[in-house]
């Protein structure tokens, strides 16, 4: 709310602003819970995990007999932009239903499956919050102070800082009168220059950290996978690290005789790949020719799900370019060229409250398999974290998560 801007800013009025920089600074959700924690049938954490649908996949009603495709009824109406959730059993859907955000209803394209979970969860709270110190509400009827203000402006400054914006607000002096002005200005930037634009959740400040690899040196054939676990303390430190931008990252490489057709095949997959880059709301590549399934960390279960693939050798889906080798053997290896390398991930909860993604990549080639693939190929995990930041008395930081090797490239059908 604007004030006019040559009066005393009243507590209510600081309140509110203390109120709307601790929602992307510090944490307004503290209590938000990730995982559904069911018991007899029922989610008991209905309200912590923002569920606003469920179908038990245990109701007798619907043991054989399809759910339909409703209108069902949510149980808090969602508004344009909320960030929600449909889940149908391990599956995380980005399509296939619709939400009247009027009546708040959901209607389904296809029939519900038998004996199957559904849980929907509107997350929008989820996304917001940076886990840092927050600032203290004054109380109602006494005067708002410079120190008081100045917490304000320091986060500010960090928040500007994050998104880029080297310009910066300048702290009150002392016995400076604590204007409506200042109140509107500090306003402006926390709610149009910052979560309007939805930069709260990304920042162009951060260092790029490199976890540990795993390597083959081995012949192999048929499929390798290779799989990291990034830990950290709880769901709300992972929060944290998403909702300020952090990103996780796995880089694939292979190297070897380029005359071996594996070897030269996938490498140019992991050459045109890049790393593997997993945000808040989707998994993207630095490099080109890949397919995104729009997956991100908030969309994430219990099991693996495809959050990207890879461009083939030759370029991206589709692109049918071929190698061109006469062996004596006689064979074609024209099929290498529709060889994928597939990224999948999920969460897991360890040593009780540590929160994991898990991140994999599947390198099959069970329909091409002519002769051994030779040479080194390798998976390196890093993350992208938010750079530490200290304005006056304010400090900003985030814990990158540790990593854990989980698949050691172990080669699968391989004799």
């Given amino acids: 709310m604007v004030i006019a801007r040559g009066t005393l800013i009243s507590a209510e009025n600081f ?58 009824q949510l149980s808090v109406i969602p508004i344009a932009g909320d960030f929600v959730i ?15 955000l009027i009546t708040g209803m959901i209607t389904f394209t296809a029939p519900l499956p038998v004996a199957t979970r559904v849980m929907v969860f509107n997350r929008t709270s989820h996304i917001f919050g940076w886990g840092q110190t927050a600032v203290d509400e004054v109380a109602i009827a006494s005067t708002v102070n410079v120190a008081d203000l100045n917490k304000i402006i320091d986060r500010s400054n960090i928040m500007l800082a994050r998104i880029g914006d080297d310009s910066e607000v300048d702290r009150l002096l002392p016995q400076t009168n604590v204007l409506a002005i200042h109140k509107n200005q500090l306003n402006t930037i926390i709610q149009s220059e910052v979560i309007d634009t ?14 540990t690899s795993i390597s083959r040196t081995t012949a192999w054939n048929d499929k390798l996978q290779g799989s990291f676990s990034f830990v950290f303390q709880n769901y709300q430190q992972a929060r944290y690290f998403f909702n300020s931008g952090g990103q996780l990252r796995t880089r694939l490489a292979v190297t070897g005789d380029v005359a071996n057709p594996g070897t030269l095949t996938w490498k ?15 998994a993207t590549q630095s490099g ?26 030759g370029g991206g889906p ?4 071929s190698y061109s080798y006469s062996y004596s053997y006689g064979y074609g290896y024209s099929g290498y060229s529709n060889l994928r390398a597939i ?15 898990d991140i994999r990549v599947v390198m099959e080639d069970l329909d091409y398999n002519f002769e051994p693939t030779t040479g080194t190929v390798s998976l390196t995990a890093l993350s992208r974290n938010p750079a530490d ?27």
């Fill in 15 to 72: 309140n509110n602003l203390a109120e709307l920089t601790n929602l992307v600074f510090a944490d307004a959700t503290p209590d938000a819970a990730y995982v559904p924690i069911i018991a007899s049938n029922l989610p008991s954490n209905f309200a912590a995990s923002n569920m606003i649908f469920w179908i038990s996949e245990n109701d007798p009603a619907f043991q054989t007999v399809s759910p339909g495709l409703g209108p069902f």
């Fill in 86 to 100: 449909v889940q149908i059993g391990d599956e995380v859907k980005k399509q296939g239903y619709s939400i009247n």
């Fill in 198 to 211: 939805s930069l709260h959740i990304t920042t162009t400040l951060a260092d790029l950290i490199e976890h």
């Fill in 268 to 282: 140019g997959i992991a050459d045109a790949m890049g790393s593997l880059i997993l945000s808040w709301d989707r």
């Fill in 288 to 313: 080109f020719g890949g397919v995104s399934n729009l997956k991100g960390f908030y969309h994430l279960t219990d099991e693996w799900q495809t959050i990207f693939s890879s461009g083939g050798p």
């Fill in 318 to 321: 589709g692109y049918n370019y």
């Fill in 343 to 357: 990224f999948d991930a999920k969460y897991s909860i360890v040593n009780t409250s540590e929160f994991s993604i």
């Fill in 389 to 415: 930041i200290s304005v006056e008395e304010v400090d900003y930081s985030i814990s990158p998560p540790t990593v854990a090797i989980l698949e050691n490239f172990d080669s699968i059908n391989n004799s």
